[in-house]
């Protein structure tokens, strides 16, 4: 008999009781959902901050919690909001980072990126944020193992183009036809303010030890629809002026003492120098379930072509980088993850 999925609390840190739909729960119950326990939000900040363990799952949860409060909160003032509104934009809010790799952005930016053009699925090339075109394929995937607990909330097909145009921002895409304010909730493309910062600026705050100064709750309180130019938008009261000045003052502080941060840099190009070297010979393993009982392999690159590859990657990368090569003395990618190991966390601190 299949396993009935209520509605559950969430204990959190940052904000406290957080109350998810049963679909929502149905959903971080995926192995998809689940690999995000083991990529770090802040990538190789961990090295560094030794409070900076968040990792992409706990955010993903947050950024669904307060995008349902934001869209109830505007439902108050705009009528024709329904259920299923609130649900597709809650979704696209769980699942919008499950298309990243380990160590978060320094996946992209130091191997990604590093690859020739023609070492990238060509639906790939040229792309500013890989990871959003893979969080909508591993939504396709989440969507087509589960449909019936999907068709059990009358969703379908559309809402789940609907789900992946909110997850990119892509406004007039979908079927919320006069409410294209709500591709502004989880990806704002418009003015920058949305959930997903609300979350990882207090998280990632939290985690580094980084006072911030912006009240999240009180921006949501005063969020309303405007016309604007033809177009309906997200604004906010001009009372809480100081706050969405404080929010991008947060957003500075943690990209220059966590993403620019010299040590952290050095990190992550040394792991994005490991993941390249390691490009060549190291196999990616997936398919344990395949019906002649053998596991498939895969080139790191070749697993952007290869879902049920990809989804096998995460921070163990470096571990599992470590055994496979163990006894190569020649293995550069090996030489790296050692270094990284052991030196990093002693480069950034002073002698007294």
């Known amino acids: 008999m299949a396993r009935e999925f209520k509605g559950k ?3 959190d840190p940052i904000h406290h009781k957080m109350k998810l739909h049963p679909l929502l729960v149905r959903i971080i119950n995926t192995p998809e959902f689940d690999r995000l326990r083991n990529i770090k939000q802040l990538g190789g900040a961990y090295y560094v901050y030794p409070g900076a363990s968040n990792n992409r799952f706990e955010h993903s949860i947050g950024v669904a919690y307060l995008a349902g409060k934001l869209v109830n909160e ?6 024709g909001l329904t259920g299923t509104d609130i649900l597709c934009v809650e979704i696209a809010g769980l699942c919008h980072d499950l298309g990243h790799g380990p160590f978060s952005h320094a996946f992209e930016d130091f191997f990604l990126k590093k690859l020739e053009q023609d070492q990238l699925p060509e639906e790939y090339r040229g792309c500013d944020h890989i990871h959003e075109y893979i969080s909508c394929k591993v939504v396709d995937q989440i969507f087509s193992k589960n449909r019936s607990h999907f068709g059990k909330y009358k969703l379908n097909e559309n809402h789940i183009e609907t789900i992946k145009a909110l997850i990119k921002g892509e406004r007039n895409s979908g ?3 006069g409410k294209e304010f709500l ?3 989880v990806a704002n493309k418009f003015n920058d303010i949305d959930v997903d910062k609300w979350d990882y600026f207090t998280r990632d705050c939290h985690g580094l030890g980084i006072q911030h100064g912006f009240d999240l709750w009180r921006l949501l309180e005063t969020a309303q629809v405007i016309e604007w130019k033809g177009e309906l938008h997200i604004a906010y009261r001009d009372k809480v002026s100081t706050d969405i ?3 991008f003052h947060t957003r500075t502080m943690v990209h220059m003492k966590a993403c620019q941060h010299k040590t952290i840099k050095a990190v992550e190009m040394m792991i994005g120098d490991a993941l390249q070297y390691a490009n060549a010979d190291f196999q990616v393993d997936y398919d344990f379930d395949s019906a002649e009982n053998e596991v498939q392999h895969t080139t790191l690159s070749g697993a952007l072509g290869n879902m049920e590859a ?8 470096t571990e599992q980088i ?5 006894g190569n003395k020649n293995s550069k990618s090996l030489r790296k993850v050692r270094f990284i190991s052991t030196h990093m966390c002693m480069l950034d601190t002073k002698t007294f």
């Not at 990809?310 to 990368?317: A, F, I, M, S, W």
């Not at 470590?322 to 163990?326: F, H, I, N, P, V």
């Open 245 to 247: 000045l404080e929010l």
């Open 74 to 79: 505007l439902k108050k003032t705009f009528r």
């Open 9 to 11: 609390t969430f204990n």
């Open 310 to 317: 990809y989804l096998q990657l995460n921070d163990q990368v």
């Open 322 to 326: 470590k055994l496979k090569s163990k």
């Open 183 to 185: 591709y502004e909730v």
């Open 175 to 177: 079927y919320l036809v």
